[in-house]
């Protein structure tokens, strides 16, 4: 039975190493395609798309670092994700622990179970009539689209926080008040601490959103190419008869290395909030 078992673990271990080369390989060849194709002129690219380049060639690196509208455009989704993020990080974790200590409270329950029906609403159909009011609030800028960023990240911000804000220990907080802490005071000093993984989780999540979004600044910051984000900018190097694409490959690398260091910095978070914050409550 031993020697069974034995067998079917290095059988397990096989196929298990076979799927995760497999995926490995999923993910890494779109980058090693866009990385090689960056460092070659468009004939060169056209001969042959998977072949090493011939030389370094940094023309595209230095067409694009010379092009002054990118470095606007870098600018914009900087300050966008940026501000964003700010004030999702003061209003989610707010908002969640304000439900999740009173939640016995049907004001409370009816403001929770509101902002969770937006997780059943695709994005899809909300977006036409969102892009209408904001054209009528005379919002159709960087004001309105983070707006809408922090609207978004609402409801699964709020339901990953209440979920684990609820299965940690109320005694704490009980112990802080008892010593004189305000409510405040406890939330600054005794919970932001304890929810440090579910606030990373945010943080890497919607920061790789919005810093890749695409079609949410199609539809607000249409107005002006000067208010562009990096994706809008990238988009422009398609044409209706050509595509850029050697060109567009740079800009992609170069706008998905931020998004990539982040994420390899904090995945570990994000295994770790997700968990348990679906299994706490």
């Not at 016995?104 to 609403?121: A, D, E, P, Q, S």
């Not at 009011?133 to 689209?145: E, F, V, W, Y």
């Not at 609820?166 to 939330?187: H, K, M, N, W």
């Not at 000067?226 to 690398?253: D, G, H, R, V």
Request: overall charge positive.
């Amino acid at each position: 039975m031993k020697i069974k078992a034995g067998n079917d673990e290095r059988v397990w271990l096989f196929f298990r190493n076979i799927i995760l080369i497999g995926g490995l390989l999923l993910i890494l060849c779109p980058l090693w395609m866009v990385l090689i194709n960056s460092f070659k002129t468009l004939e060169e690219a056209g001969k042959n798309f998977f072949a090493l380049p011939s030389k370094l060639n940094l023309e595209n690196y230095i067409e694009l670092f010379t092009n002054s509208n990118y470095w606007i455009f870098l600018k914009n989704s900087f300050k966008i994700t940026v501000i964003t993020i700010i004030l999702i990080l003061i209003f989610v974790p707010s908002v969640s622990y304000s439900i999740a200590r009173n939640f016995n409270r049907k004001y409370y329950k009816t403001i929770y179970f509101y902002i969770m029906m937006g997780l059943f609403v695709p994005s899809q159909v909300v977006l036409l009539p969102v892009t209408k009011m904001m054209s009528k609030l005379n919002m159709l800028n960087h004001a309105g689209l983070i707006i809408l960023y922090v609207a978004f990240s609402l409801t699964q911000g709020v339901f990953l926080f209440v979920n684990y804000i609820r299965g940690l220990p109320y005694e704490i907080e009980e112990s802080a008040q008892i010593d004189g802490c305000s409510v405040f005071q406890t939330y600054v000093k005794i919970v932001l601490p304890l929810v440090k993984p579910m606030i990373s989780t945010l943080l890497i999540m919607d920061t790789l959103w919005i810093w890749n979004d695409f079609m949410l600044p199609l539809l607000i910051l249409n107005r002006s190419q000067a208010i562009w984000t990096l994706p809008l900018f990238q988009y422009n190097f398609k044409t209706e008869y050509s595509f850029n694409y050697t060109m567009a490959f740079t800009a992609y690398l170069l706008a998905m290395l931020p998004m990539l260091i982040i994420y390899c910095m904090g995945q570990k978070y994000i295994v770790k909030g997700l968990t348990a914050g679906s299994v706490k409550g």
